[in-house]
């Protein structure tokens, strides 16, 4: 993977994760605040979804999915979930980046035990 690939998706990840901390923010203000606040948390994200789209990548999240060997995630507490019948993401940490049907960063996600 080429340095700046990897840089440019580096720092795609990092942004989506300062968006999701901004987005936690803004719910919690004041409700005249926070509709302006999440009106602008919503442009950043298609903005991020723009920049990546020019440079040939896309970013992923996986929540509510099963994880299974066909989605680029990796469970942070996969040591918790050895006796499921059935696991799912719970929420992502960071999103995967993907380039051409490459797979530049796994996302790194929560995972939990799904009804069976």
């Given at each position: 993977m080429p340095e700046l690939e990897t840089s440019f998706a580096a720092m795609a990840t990092d942004y989506w994760k300062l968006l999701r901390s901004f987005e936690k923010v803004a719910a919690a203000a004041p409700s005249d605040s926070a509709n302006r606040l999440?009106?602008?948390?919503?442009?950043?994200?298609?903005?991020?979804?723009?920049?990546l789209a020019d440079a040939g990548m896309e970013l992923a999240t996986f929540d509510g999915q099963e994880i299974t060997p066909t989605i680029p995630v990796v469970a942070i507490n996969a040591d918790e979930c050895g006796e499921y019948a059935r696991t799912i993401v719970a929420s992502t940490v960071e999103p995967a980046i993907m380039a051409g049907g490459r797979v530049l960063f796994q996302a790194r996600v929560v995972a939990a035990e799904g009804e069976a």
């Open positions: 999440l009106a602008q948390a919503r442009f950043a994200a298609s903005r991020l979804a723009g920049h």
